[in-house]
């Protein structure tokens, strides 16, 4: 990945954290506060805040203007993270222990609502915020429960999925960080597009390296798509292919991988489409140094291997 989009995600990391810190030192009782503070401590990729970061400078705003959308994004994120280690009783997440699995299941579900809560209060002004918020979370709870009971068996019903759970919260950071840069209508709605389809392409990515990588490299455990028959682009493709789940159960990884490698590379393929959507729209926003840093995010993804 390019050197400069490094150099920015680590900034947003570190300008996160300093947004962060303190904010649950007012959460009563203390296994609570505990619980909010150990989610908000396990640092993944922050994309979602960094393509709030962009977006807003993308539209001509600064750092001061996008850090506390930013904010809001990565809250919701986590709070998405930790529901969704409850609804699968995953025992790891980035190579920890889940909050469930150390404070119990009752204080991973009031630790979601306290992130969301912090989440909304951190967008408080702008009522375009709240809604994206608020928007975000209705699309994340419909993609859960049609995880649960409504699996996609095509292309067409995937990519809905998708965009409900995960293209949806990368469409609001997004949206919200042009809002507060001040982008113009047009602006904002081409970087929520293009945060749309970025975020359905960076699932595609993440169904993909459940097959091809090691528990080691992903900090979870791998093939976990397969396990708990979660949709999955690839097994999708794979089982419409006439490849017998339970010949996939009975494969280690590299076996795996050998068994569904056409899949795996219409994935790739069905990846880089959505990737060239998002750049179609990112092009409707005025030349910048940031929107040629949001493109080299669309590289990484591409490539990332966890």
């Known amino acids: 990945m390019d050197s400069g989009v490094v150099a920015f995600l ?23 506060s505990d619980a909010v503070s150990y989610g908000l401590e396990s640092r993944g990729k922050r994309i979602r805040p960094a393509v709030a970061m962009l977006s807003c400078l993308a ?23 930790v529901l969704d280690d409850v609804i699968d009783k995953a025992e790891k997440r980035r190579g920890r222990e889940t909050i469930h ?13 306290l992130l969301i809560s912090l989440a909304l209060h951190a967008a408080l002004g702008d ?5 994206a918020i608020s928007k975000s979370l209705f699309f994340m709870g419909e ?10 068996a095509d292309e067409e019903s995937y990519l809905d999925l998708a965009l409900r759970k995960t293209g949806a919260l990368f469409g609001a950071s997004a949206f919200m960080g042009a809002v507060v840069g001040g982008g113009d209508d047009d602006s904002i ?44 682009i690839v097994l999708i ?4 292919r006439e490849i017998d789940t339970g010949s996939m159960l009975l494969c280690n990884n590299g076996e795996l991988m050998d068994l569904v490698s056409d899949s795996i590379e219409y994935a790739r393929g069905l990846a880089a489409r959505e990737i060239a959507i998002a750049r179609e729209y990112l092009h ?9 840093q949001l493109e080299s995010l669309c590289d990484y993804i591409l490539n990332r291997e966890r």
Do not use: Y
Request: charged share 25%; proline share 3%; glycine share 10%.
């Open 143 to 152: 993609g859960e429960a049609i995880e649960l009971v409504n699996v996609p």
């Open 284 to 292: 409707r926003v005025d030349d910048s140094g940031s929107r040629g």
């Open 127 to 131: 009522v375009r915020l709240t809604q």
């Open 237 to 240: 493709d794979a089982v419409n």
């Open 59 to 81: 539209v001509g705003g600064s750092l001061g203007d996008a850090k506390k959308v930013a904010v809001s994004a990565e809250l919701v994120h986590t709070s998405s993270l």
């Open 101 to 113: 699995t150390i404070w119990g299941e009752n204080i991973a579900l009031l630790t979601i609502e």
């Open 189 to 232: 709605e081409s970087l929520e597009q293009f945060g749309n389809h970025f975020g359905i392409a960076f699932q595609i990515q993440d169904d993909i390296l459940d097959c091809v990588s090691s528990e080691e490299d992903l900090g979870k455990p791998v093939r976990q798509d397969l396990f708990m028959g979660r949709p999955s």
């Open 10 to 32: 680590d900034r947003c990391s570190a300008l996160l954290d300093r947004e962060l810190a303190g904010l649950t030192l007012k959460i009563k009782p203390k296994e609570l």
